[in-house]
């Protein structure tokens, strides 16, 4: 039988990504100077008149993919970010076929249970409360935002306040309490909320980044504190036991932001960094980043569901939301949207919860292998390692620039530079399921002679 001509453009399509998914073993994980110069050429005048499909993909293939950064290979260690397991590639591409506008049950019911599934799978992985509500976002920060809109219900309703009626104007302040090491994000959602960003208590932290619990202040009237589950640099957890005995003694509001840390709880060997850690109302966490889904996959939990609900709910009459089953447009700010939960669901259903385990203590082993490798060598490792996060220095913060910018060149492997505590940095993040014990060598040995070479 002869393809149709989407048939051959599909087919296209997949044998194009498959080759660009088998050459990230052999190519620097960089983009060349000379592909990303070559992007000018999609700098074109807006075409006319149509075009072949599949030349469109050409293009894009031709011209694109030599200009990415080998996010989805196995030395890739910038930022917090994964890759995407096989399963959650598939998944991706069936459900992007299918073209689901997951906002309604009644309408898209195969992507509506999808999503429940994977959510009571993940209240269970994750040792969260049986019934907390969930939603599936776009990434942390809206995951934070979404969370905290729930947070904002609630301490205000507390207080004789319906927020999404009648708004923040006249409202009862709300105190916000972050650790002083919060990831940048958060202070973007509670801007966003109208919390502010900048009018926040901050809590003093450790070296680790852990907010201390020694001297925790009074909270007066509606209060919402945010602590951390996986510190962006160290990888370190908020001590949350104390703090959620604090601060609901005070009536507030614990908000997790646990973006890639909320996955160390599904994980017996790392367990006990989140002890406490479900007694809080709400927690937030990207499945694009450990669970290794594609971009873009978020989620946000909540103790409360009538909070998270009444943040979110739409109601508009015109829509038939009057099924008993679970819209999944009640709990995220989007209505249309994909139907990001069946990668999650896919993930899950494929790792299965020890596979999921192997894969978080793998990136985990991986880290301390970086640790110790770079220590042996005489260079500095700033932080404790207690997940998959290194902080190396390399001497002055001249000299460390230079070697990260060294590694980065040599294409071998591919870390970022941060800071911490007034300290220049590289960070090294272990989140790909696909590294391997050999690309950890291979990519440390890049390291050390990067290293030698700018002694
Ligand atoms: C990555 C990260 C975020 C932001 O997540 P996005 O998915 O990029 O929106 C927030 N908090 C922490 C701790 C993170 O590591």
């Not at 000379?34 to 293009?59: G, I």
């Not at 009626?165 to 909320?193: N, Q, R, W, Y």
């Not at 907010?211 to 957890?237: E, H, M, S, W, Y």
Request: charged share 20%; glycine share 8%.
């Amino acid at each position: 039988m002869e393809e149709t001509a989407t048939e051959t453009l599909l087919i296209d399509a997949a044998r194009r990504a498959v080759a660009y998914l088998a050459g990230l073993n052999d190519r620097p994980v960089r983009p060349d100077h000379a592909a990303v110069a070559a992007l000018a050429q999609f700098d074109e005048p807006l075409p006319e008149h149509s075009v072949d499909p599949q030349a469109v993909l050409r293009l894009l293939d031709e011209l694109g993919s030599p200009a990415t950064l080998a996010m989805a290979g196995p030395r890739f260690y910038g930022f917090v970010i994964g890759g995407a397991l096989p399963a959650t590639l598939a998944a991706n591409w069936l459900a992007a076929a299918w073209d689901q506008n997951t906002a309604l049950y009644n309408v898209t019911p195969a992507t509506a249970v999808l999503e429940e599934v994977a959510l009571r799978w993940l209240l269970d992985l994750l040792g969260l409360p049986g019934e907390a509500a969930g939603a599936f976002v776009t990434g942390a920060t809206v995951a934070n935002f979404t969370a905290l809109a729930a947070a904002r219900n609630s301490a205000l309703r507390h207080a004789g306040w319906n927020v999404e009626a009648d708004g923040l104007f006249g409202a009862p302040p709300i105190t916000v309490v972050v650790g002083a090491e919060a990831h940048p994000t958060l202070f973007k959602s509670l801007g966003m909320l109208g919390l502010g960003r900048n009018r926040v208590v901050r809590l003093p932290v450790d070296g680790q980044g852990r907010v201390r619990a020694d001297d925790l202040p009074k909270l007066a009237g509606p209060a919402i504190v945010c602590v951390q589950a996986g510190n962006v640099n160290t990888g370190a957890f908020d001590p949350f036991e104390p703090i959620c005995q604090w601060a609901h003694d005070e009536g507030a509001w614990v908000h997790v932001d646990g973006a890639f840390g909320l996955w160390a709880a599904a994980v017996p060997s790392r367990v006990h960094l989140t002890t406490g850690m479900a007694q809080a109302d709400s927690w937030a966490t990207d499945a694009h980043k450990w669970l290794n889904v594609p971009y873009d996959c978020g989620l946000a939990f909540v103790r409360e569901e009538p909070a998270l609900r009444s943040a979110m709910s739409i109601t508009a009459e015109y829509l038939p939301t009057a099924s008993v089953q679970r819209n999944p447009s009640d709990y995220t700010p989007e209505l249309s949207r994909r139907a990001r939960g069946v990668e999650v669901w896919a993930a899950l259903r494929s790792l299965g919860r020890s596979g999921l385990v192997e894969m978080i203590e793998r990136c985990c082993r991986h880290a301390s292998r970086f640790a110790d490798g770079l220590e042996a060598a005489g260079y500095e490792v700033l932080n404790d390692v207690v997940l998959n996060q290194v902080l190396v220095s390399f001497g002055s913060p001249e000299k460390t620039q230079r070697v990260i910018q060294d590694i980065q060149d040599d294409g071998t492997c591919w870390a970022g530079i941060t800071g911490w505590q007034g300290r220049t940095a590289m960070r090294i993040s272990v989140s790909s399921w696909a590294t391997t014990d050999d690309d950890v060598e291979r990519s440390l040995q890049a390291m050390l002679r990067a290293a030698g070479r700018n002694s």
